[in-house]
């Protein structure tokens, strides 16, 4: 490979790790067909890493759901896991990237995702990046996974503060913002210590309720 090459790379490089997500998500839209529909493996290949952001929202979004957080901690498992391995977007089941979403489906998303994120773009920006370089990406991922274990604890309040740090990494992976991976951390380790608190009380309620029983 010869150095125009290499350069070329390397140019494309940072720019997919620099460019603003509100942008990325603008050129997806543009280079949409006109009508029809797209295969959801394709859009996830076409975000790559920011992909990860996308799941973490929506499935800290789920997480806060009564019902349904235990399943959201479950599926969280995979791309936790995945970003351990130094995946570089998330691998999906292939019936989920099989499956088709409409053109005009994603066109009325992003209208009304887009404007969204440019007002959020002013304050989370690419910013120490030291915080989102390798191998920061895998120790979010086992990060995660702890989180994935918070939230489906069957105990009360026990998934919102996993849900917040699950926000503050998919802010981070969005745009390398590395303020929010450093606020992501703290917020998961204040959830760690509230789960592992409350799984000790109710240990001790269940040994006094068994003391009480004999």
């Given at each position: 490979?010869?150095?125009?090459?290499?350069?070329?790379?390397?140019?494309?490089?940072?720019?997919?790790?620099?460019e603003?997500?509100?942008?990325?998500?603008?050129?997806?839209?543009?280079?949409?067909?006109?009508?029809?529909?797209?295969?959801i493996?394709?859009?996830?290949?076409?975000?790559?890493?920011?992909?990860?952001?996308g799941?973490?929202?929506?499935?800290?979004?789920?997480?806060?759901?009564?019902?349904?957080?235990?399943?959201?901690?479950?599926?969280?498992?995979?791309?936790?896991v995945?970003?351990?391995?130094?995946?570089?977007?998330?691998?999906?089941?292939?019936?989920?990237?099989r499956?088709?979403?409409?053109?005009?489906?994603?066109?009325?998303?992003?209208?009304?995702?887009?404007?969204?994120?440019?007002?959020?773009?002013?304050?989370v920006?690419p910013?120490?990046?030291?915080?989102?370089?390798?191998?920061?990406?895998?120790?979010?991922?086992?990060?995660?996974?702890?989180?994935?274990?918070t939230?489906?604890?069957?105990?009360?309040?026990?998934?919102?503060?996993p849900a917040f740090?699950l926000?503050?990494?998919?802010?981070?992976?969005?745009e390398?913002?590395?303020?929010?991976?450093?606020?992501?951390?703290?917020?998961?380790?204040?959830?760690?210590?509230?789960?592992?608190?409350?799984?000790?009380?109710?240990?001790?309620?269940?040994?006094?309720?068994?003391?009480?029983?004999?």
């Amino acid at each position: 490979m010869d150095s125009s090459s290499t350069s070329g790379f390397k140019r494309n490089h940072t720019s997919e790790q620099t460019e603003r997500t509100s942008r990325v998500l603008i050129e997806l839209l543009e280079g949409l067909p006109e009508a029809g529909d797209l295969r959801i493996g394709k859009i996830v290949y076409q975000l790559r890493r920011r992909s990860f952001g996308g799941i973490f929202l929506l499935l800290a979004a789920l997480a806060v759901l009564p019902g349904i957080s235990f399943f959201a901690g479950l599926a969280l498992v995979v791309p936790g896991v995945q970003l351990v391995l130094g995946f570089r977007a998330p691998l999906l089941p292939r019936f989920i990237r099989r499956r088709r979403v409409r053109v005009s489906a994603i066109r009325t998303l992003g209208r009304w995702t887009i404007p969204w994120l440019e007002k959020l773009e002013r304050y989370v920006k690419p910013r120490w990046l030291t915080l989102t370089d390798p191998p920061l990406p895998r120790i979010i991922g086992l990060v995660v996974l702890v989180m994935a274990l918070t939230i489906m604890l069957p105990l009360p309040l026990s998934n919102f503060m996993p849900a917040f740090a699950l926000v503050c990494f998919a802010f981070a992976i969005f745009e390398r913002d590395g303020l929010m991976t450093f606020i992501g951390f703290l917020l998961a380790g204040i959830a760690f210590v509230f789960g592992a608190t409350l799984v000790y009380l109710a240990l001790e309620v269940l040994i006094l309720l068994a003391e009480q029983l004999d």
